[in-house]
């Protein structure tokens, strides 16, 4: 990203806090003392008096793409080819965020004889989206940036996931809440032929065929969250129960047309022109 809010520290947090609900008419929720001391016993006791910057935890310093493309052609008085190959892969902010897509394109020209003449078409795509586990509806970014700096820690200084908020922790969640992945397959056909019986004279044919058909796995996993000071107490989850669900949508059609057009020209002033098709 090429701008990003600049978020306060802890000692300044508990200040504005505390500021707020003064103005509001409330009594403060922090003491000066609890205040002054906050570095200290964060550096003493990081799990107890954490300070998570949730911005720089959760985000990548950098979400590269790639964009690949190489094409070619051939061809002689009777038959022209030109074939194109695609390959995209875009990386998101966080981990278990990406795109990539696949394309693949071959076109052909045939010249039979004077009269006659066709094209063949074919094209493929597949796509791979993944993304991670939207917990209640919110996007893990979004519910960091309502996190503040202390209260809810992110990690242990064990490795363990700390529980977050009542059991919502975005790292846990991007890192270890499942995922949603969904491959999107397309392969279409096109045939085409021309037949010029005579001048002005054509007809023409064409068949195109599509196939269509994905899968999308949604995988939602069952976080438990333990105890700071005892790991086989679990004291949180993420949500209810673990969950998968998988579809297979598959779709087919085929497009068919004849056409017949004319064309000439009368007295070099009058156009006429008559297409009919089905």
Known sequence: PTQLPEYVGATRYMQLNNE???NDGSAPAFTEEYINAYLQNNAQSPDVYPITDWQAVLLKNSAPRHVHNLSFSVGSEKVKTRASLGYSDIQGLYKNLSFERFTLQINNDFKITDKLSASMDV???RND???????NGDNPLFIARLFPPILYDDVYSDGRFAPGKDGLNPLAQILD???DRTYNNLIRGRLLVNFKPFRGFT???IAAPSFRFSRQTIFSKKIGFTSLDDPSLVVNYNQSNTTLNE???YSYTFNAQLLADYATTIAAKHNIGILAGY
Do not use: D, Q
């Open 177 to 179: 809440g499942g995922f």
């Open 247 to 249: 579809s297979r949508p």
């Open 123 to 125: 094209a493929a795509m």
């Open 203 to 205: 007809l023409t044919a």
């Open 129 to 135: 989206n993944r993304k991670t586990i939207v917990t």
């Open 20 to 22: 707020y609900l003064t």
